[in-house]
């Protein structure tokens, strides 16, 4: 059994505090929020307070904050989506919608730190364009991960028709009935609307345990992980070429059974901006919510 120490919890890297010059709306304090009446207005800052509050503990660093806009800011509509990018704050604008729930970061890097793309002409359009248009952006990243149970993990899950398979405390390891890694792999494209996966391994190597690690936790967790679960595969969002792939290849050399699945960052968490989007319709049925994927930034030749 995987020990606490490499659950999805703490796959994700510490974060820094952002450096947008932002702060994050004061945690838990949005009570208020929980008796609002449906048609209220609501504004960003009770959004985030209440998906906080239901979190049960206010992150201390956290890259959780606004990227752009203000807390006060009432809210005519909500996007979720992966990225806020500049395809994504468009599509806001045309949907009416001026809060815009992002999973990952907003300006290339994991603190969303600007002091180095003030002379950047693509960072000032796309901030230009927020400000224009009073647009919030909020990434929840930290919190949805500790939410209970991790948003993003359980509507992967269940995207993948795995919920049944996973261990009752830890559902990042699964317990598969028996597949070929070429089955698994097409089961993965289909479900998650992959064109193409990376992999290691032999396609006609059964997988039956299997260790999920959506996002980019890192080479060494990675490497952690398949050391305590010892499972036949490593499903991952992404990784460094010179960490977790260059183990596995050795392990494979070493004669051990143990493959690898590189899905891309996107669609090993898409899925959690699908939870948000019903976590929204559920807690504020009256703001007209809208999920919409980036898609992948890189494609194939």
């Known amino acids: ?17 952002a450096t947008a010059g932002i702060t994050l709306a004061s945690p838990l304090a949005g009570n208020a929020a929980r008796f609002l009446k449906t048609d209220d207005p609501v504004t960003v800052g009770q959004i985030m307070d209440k998906f906080i509050a239901e979190v049960g503990v206010a992150l201390f660093p956290t890259v959780d904050t606004l990227k752009s806009g203000s807390p006060d800011t009432v809210v005519t509509g909500v996007l979720t989506t992966m990225f806020a990018t500049i395809d994504m704050i468009r599509k806001a604008i045309d949907l009416g919608a001026n809060f815009i729930i992002a999973h990952e970061p907003t300006f290339y890097n994991h603190e969303d730190n600007t002091d180095w793309l003030k002379n950047d002409d693509v960072y000032q359009y796309k901030a230009d364009l927020l400000k224009q248009h009073n647009i919030a952006v909020w990434r929840n990243h930290d919190y949805i991960h500790r ?29 598969l009935p028996g597949s070929s890694l070429k089955g698994l792999v097409g089961h993965l494209k289909q479900k998650l609307n992959i064109q193409m996966v990376r992999y290691v391994g032999e396609p006609g190597q059964e997988c039956k345990r299997v260790l999920f690690m959506p996002g980019a936790p890192g080479g060494m967790r990675q490497i952690q992980g398949i050391q305590k679960v010892k499972p036949d595969v490593l499903v991952c969002g992404e990784l460094s070429e010179w960490e977790t792939a260059e183990y596995v290849r050795d392990a494979q050399a070493k004669g051990d059974k143990l493959s690898l699945v590189v899905l891309g960052h996107i669609a090993s968490e898409e899925w959690g ?12 049925p009256s703001i007209k919510t809208t999920h919409i994927s980036p898609g992948n930034s890189l494609k194939f030749m």
């Open 273 to 284: 901006s699908q939870f948000m989007l019903e976590w929204m319709n559920r807690n504020f």
């Open 147 to 175: 939410h209970k149970p991790d948003g993003v993990t359980k509507a992967q899950l269940e995207q993948l028709e795995w919920t049944q398979y996973a261990d009752k405390d830890i559902p990042n390891i699964l317990t």
């Open 1 to 17: 059994m995987i020990n606490d120490n490499i659950t999805r919890r703490k796959f994700i890297r510490n974060a820094g505090i």
